[in-house]
């Protein structure tokens, strides 16, 4: 009997995203401005009007403005339609400019591995006092959304409704100086810094997990109540 091994070698096809037979390739000599707008928008601007605003190229990159009330049925419709197929959410975030006339601008990028296609999509906010901060939350959508817009929370306080646990992350949940990358958030802060340094001792590191992770059971006794009844009820997303 042999003690021979076969190794062959197996038969595969190498298959790439995109289009039947383009190869991926880096784009070079992009323009600062214009070139190539990506197809999408113009199915955008079929399925929804209106509700689709101007759209533009920069370094190769499109960046398309939505009416914000829209946001959810825009986004699902791009994750579903098989023309679509952005299936990859890779980031949530806010610009805020230091012209006060400006609004803010909830941005979402959004990838489609299928068609290697990127687009940003844009909501504007005014600020003009009346308007609230907020937008419909694409948790439904891409469930990767769920730290990312609480963190646009935390930093910014915008609204994401239809989140299932909208609260802060990055800051501690009884933070009660404001939302610190807003334009109007001074540098130092907004308390004194022995207030600062009052507030950071007296904050209980272990409150920042869930009940079945605290490992030291007064942990759990000294959050506030509100936080009590929701960690008892059982595991929440983002937990």
Same mark, same amino acid.
């Given at each position: 009997?042999?003690?021979k091994? +076969?190794?062959?070698?197996?038969? &595969?096809?190498? $298959?790439?995203?995109?289009? !039947?037979? #383009?190869?991926?390739?880096? =784009?070079?000599?992009?323009?600062?401005?214009?070139?190539?707008?990506?197809?999408?928008?113009e199915?955008?601007?079929?399925?929804?009007g209106?509700?689709?605003?101007?759209?533009?190229?920069?370094?190769?990159?499109?960046?398309?403005?939505?009416?914000?009330?829209?946001?959810?049925?825009?986004?699902?419709?791009?994750?579903?339609?098989?023309?679509?197929?952005?299936?990859?959410?890779?980031?949530?975030t806010?610009?805020?400019?230091?012209?006060?006339?400006?609004?803010?601008?909830?941005?979402?990028?959004?990838? +489609?591995?299928?068609?290697?296609? &990127?687009?940003? $999509?844009?909501?504007?906010? !005014?600020? #003009?006092?009346?308007?609230? =901060?907020?937008?419909?939350?694409?948790?439904?959508?891409?469930?990767?959304?769920?730290?990312?817009?609480?963190?646009?929370?935390?930093?910014?306080?915008?609204?994401?409704?239809?989140?299932?646990?909208?609260?802060?992350?990055?800051?501690?949940?009884?933070?009660?100086?404001?939302?610190?990358?807003?334009?109007?958030?001074?540098?130092?802060?907004?308390?004194?810094?022995?207030?600062?340094?009052?507030?950071?001792?007296?904050?209980?590191?272990?409150a920042?997990?869930?009940?079945?992770?605290?490992?030291?059971?007064?942990?759990?006794?000294?959050l506030?109540l509100?936080?009590?009844?929701?960690?008892?009820?059982?595991?929440?997303?983002?937990?």
């Open positions: 009997m042999s003690d091994v +076969s190794h062959a070698t197996p038969s &595969f096809e190498v $298959l790439y995203p995109g289009q !039947p037979g #383009d190869a991926p390739a880096t =784009l070079k000599n992009v323009p600062h401005r214009g070139g190539p707008m990506n197809p999408s928008v199915a955008l601007r079929a399925q929804f209106a509700a689709i605003g101007r759209a533009e190229v920069v370094w190769g990159e499109t960046t398309v403005y939505v009416e914000r009330t829209k946001v959810g049925e825009i986004c699902a419709w791009l994750q579903a339609a098989p023309t679509q197929s952005y299936e990859y959410l890779s980031d949530v806010a610009v805020e400019y230091r012209d006060a006339t400006r609004p803010v601008e909830v941005v979402w990028h959004i990838r +489609s591995l299928k068609f290697r296609r &990127f687009l940003r $999509l844009k909501a504007e906010i !005014p600020k #003009d006092g009346k308007t609230p =901060l907020e937008v419909p939350s694409v948790w439904p959508v891409w469930k990767g959304a769920d730290w990312l817009e609480r963190e646009c929370y935390d930093m910014f306080g915008i609204n994401f409704a239809g989140h299932p646990d909208l609260r802060r992350i990055l800051m501690w949940e009884q933070y009660k100086e404001g939302f610190p990358l807003r334009k109007d958030f001074p540098m130092r802060g907004r308390f004194s810094r022995s207030e600062q340094l009052k507030q950071a001792l007296a904050a209980n590191p272990e920042r997990y869930s009940k079945e992770e605290l490992s030291i059971s007064d942990a759990f006794e000294d506030p509100d936080m009590r009844k929701r960690l008892a009820g059982g595991e929440k997303t983002g937990e």
